[in-house]
């Protein structure tokens, strides 16, 4: 059955890095667009991240933009979030979603995405 698997969330301190990744099962991963999430606490979900199916365009929410690297391995189903420069405001359920790319365009909506993992918790604090 279809899987995404998050991992590498954790605590880190104000300033500090954390690299997050997302292993795909199920699918044929490299049809798919992929995106990162999050859900901070008492707040709606929120796009942050995505990258084109092939990895040749990548896209950022403002509140990321300059701090945060998508990238993915279609060799080996995986998705990456790198993250530096990490604030208080990061702390979030971080989840990764894929968007089937089938003739459409790439979309920070998050209704188009078809397939999501459980999210792993990132805590930026001192």
């Known amino acids: 059955q279809v899987q995404l698997v998050e991992s590498g969330g954790g605590l880190a301190q104000p300033g500090g890095s954390l690299t997050l990744s997302c292993a795909g099962s199920?699918?044929?991963?490299?049809?798919?667009?992929m995106s990162w999430a999050r859900q901070a606490p008492g707040k709606g979900l929120e796009w942050v991240s995505g990258?084109?199916?092939?990895?040749?365009?990548?896209y950022y929410a403002d509140s990321v933009r300059g701090r945060f690297t998508i990238s993915r391995d279609n060799a080996k189903n995986t998705l990456y979030l790198q993250m530096n420069s990490l604030r208080p405001e990061d702390t979030a359920l971080y989840y990764c979603?894929?968007?089937?790319?089938?003739?459409?365009?790439?979309?920070?909506?998050?209704?188009?995405?078809?397939?999501w993992g459980q999210g792993t918790q990132v805590t930026v604090s001192s």
């Open positions: 979603a894929a968007q089937l790319r089938d003739g459409t365009h790439f979309s920070t909506s998050l209704n188009d995405y078809k397939y």
């Open positions: 990258i084109y199916s092939d990895g040749s365009d990548t």
């Open positions: 199920g699918f044929t991963f490299s049809n798919y667009y």
